[in-house]
């Protein structure tokens, strides 16, 4: 029997003028960027999240503290390769990912394909495996009124 994993991620990012906004690992040219010690790619630390949670590894934070200032601004490609290496170490793959953003504007789903290219190089899995959604909350709440973003992840790995 093969041993399968579940985890589940959730994140967070206040959005403000000045910053860039960085989503799935590519740029998104917006008047607001993400606010975080790293890039705050609010997409790539739910999957983060989810992959070691579902590992048992704990969590991003405990991994990539954002009282370490060798993580201030950085690429949060780099984070997720290292927790792909975690959890292959680990003995785990990637079975598949299925993601929910929650941004008020600028629209995410023309970006999603990118996305997705994106992503699978960087943790060397299939697109077909990587599943992102995106969604407004109908102007309600911090996503409504366009002073943050949320997303969700879960993440299935199995015992290679």
Known sequence: MT??????GYDVHQLQSGYEFWLGGIRLQHQKGA???????????????ALLG????????YH??????KYKGIDSKILL?????????????????DST?????????PH???????????MGVEERNISIKATTTERLGFVGRE??????????????
Do not use: T
């Open 3 to 8: 041993n399968f994993r579940i985890g589940f």
């Open 81 to 97: 390769r290292e927790v792909m290496q975690l959890i292959r170490q680990e003995g785990y793959e990637v079975g598949n990912i």
């Open 112 to 122: 999603i394909p990118e996305m997705k290219k994106c992503l699978s190089e960087v």
């Open 64 to 69: 990539f503290s954002d009282k370490d200032p």
């Open 54 to 61: 579902a590992a048992n590894l704990r969590d991003i934070g």
């Open 101 to 109: 953003i929650c941004l008020q504007v600028p629209k995410v789903n």
């Open 147 to 160: 002073e943050g973003i949320s997303a969700y992840c879960v993440a299935l790995i199995y015992a290679k």
């Open 35 to 49: 606010v975080g010690h790293s890039d705050a790619d609010v997409l790539i630390h739910v999957i983060c999240d």
